[in-house]
Every structure is written in C-alpha cells, then in structure tokens.
C-alpha cells in the first residue's frame, strides 16, 4: 500500500468553460508542482484529451485516470473514471451518441480544442459537449460498471449540477458506491444530512477549470501497488471507489 495524492475531477482545453490553457502537458506540469501522483482528466461528456493526458502524467510521475464528467438526462454531473483508455473511449463514443446535439457557439461558450501527445490542437469539436445526454443516472451507472469503471455524483455540495440540488435529496438508487465534494469541510455537514453517505467513499476534488484552480495535494488514499504498475494503481483506485 502506497499513498496517493490525487485530483479526480480536471478539466482541459476541450471543455469549453475551462482556459485553453488547461492543456494536458500545463496539467501535469501544475499537478506535479502541487505533488499529486494521481490525477483523472473528467472533460464534460468526452475523454477525447485522456491519449495525450495519459504521455504528460507518465513524464511527470503521474498515474492518469482516463474519465469525463457526464451529464445526465436528468441534468446531474457525474464523475465517470476507468482502468483503461480503451474503456474511457468506448464511453466517449456512447456519450457523443447519446449528447443532446446543438453546434458550440465559441464566441459565447469557449472553444472545444483537442491536442495530440505533444501538446498541439488538431481539432475542435462543433457539437457543444456541455449539454445534456439521453442517458439517465441509472443508464449511465450500468454502463460505466460495464466498462470495468466507476461512475459517482459530482460536487454534491454545489448548486450548478449538484444531484442535492438537482433532486433535492441524495438518492438510494442507483446505489453509488461513493460521492464527491467540492470542498471536504463540508463532510460533517452533508453526512448529517444524508446518513447514507457515511457508508460512501468520499472524494474531495477541484473541478478545476484553470490551472491555479487544481488541489493542493492535501487529499490522498492509500491504494495497493505492489508490485508496481500504474494499470494496478488505476485498478486498486476504482476497486476502492467501488467500495470492494
């Protein structure tokens, strides 16, 4: 067992509210500088930057968590991380599927840039990736678990897209295994308020959409790695989220 200082919720240059400068090789860099060793990259509704996220994190020390924030049919935020590229790129393609289609407008929601492993934009995307899928929050938890990861509610301690705020409770079904907040102090406050979360692992992560937005690198878990790999690290990381 090793500990982990993570950040499991950043955004880069392909979500169009974050800076075009969150790109993959200034995210690392940022992380590495703030000691996290564990980072996921959770793009709204697309995992097109986890390639290039994947070569900056290894040349910084970093194990790289291929996810994306998706949004679901009933408007809530859900953090979806996996074990794999390939995994993140199959739920790529069933949320571009299922994303409810309007062309970006970059002059008014930013710009959706997706960069190659050397940092450079080849494309942008036109469908706005900030919208709303079809999938609802129980179609969505079954099809990440069928992709081998983890899908959990996001910032349930805020208003934009919380699932609190959202259905105005915390749900028993789907049964998440664990929730994530956007600031840790607030624990006390919304266990009280939900009992069911103290059963939940609890995530606390930035939802960083600049650079200077990223965690501090006080947060960690302590995860098996032995021996070292960082598919393992990936693996003991979402079986933990699971609740296993």
């Known amino acids: 067992m090793s500990e982990y200082r993570y950040d499991l919720h950043v955004h880069s240059c392909l979500s169009p509210c974050a800076d075009d400068d969150m790109t993959p090789a200034n995210i690392a860099g940022m992380a590495s500088l703030n000691g996290i060793t564990l980072l996921a990259l959770t793009d709204h509704n697309s995992a097109k ?19 994306m924030e998706l949004t679901t049919s009933e408007d809530v935020h859900v953090i979806c991380l996996f074990p794999t590229l390939e995994a993140a790129l199959e739920m790529d393609r069933i949320a571009e599927e299922k994303l409810i289609k309007v062309k970006n407008r970059p002059e008014i929601f930013g710009r959706q840039i997706v960069v190659d492993v050397n940092d450079e934009p080849v494309s942008e995307v036109e469908d706005l990736i900030i919208n709303a899928t079809s999938l609802d929050l129980n179609a969505a938890c079954d099809t990440v678990l069928s992709l081998g990861g983890v899908a959990y509610p ?11 705020s959202i259905l105005g409770t915390f749900p028993d079904v789907p049964a998440f295994s664990a929730y994530e907040l956007n600031e840790g102090g607030n624990t006390e406050e919304y266990v009280g308020r939900f009992p069911i979360l103290s059963g939940l692992r609890r995530v606390v992560s930035s939802d960083a959409h600049r650079l200077w937005d990223l965690s501090d690198g006080s947060e960690s878990f302590d995860l098996c790695d032995d021996p070292y790999s960082s598919d393992l690290v990936r693996r003991s990381l979402i079986d933990y989220l699971l609740g296993r």
């Open 49 to 67: 930057n986890c390639p290039a996220f994947f070569e900056h994190c290894k040349r910084y020390g970093i194990v790289p968590v291929p996810g």
């Open 154 to 164: 996001a910032h349930i301690d805020r208003q934009a897209n919380g699932i609190v």
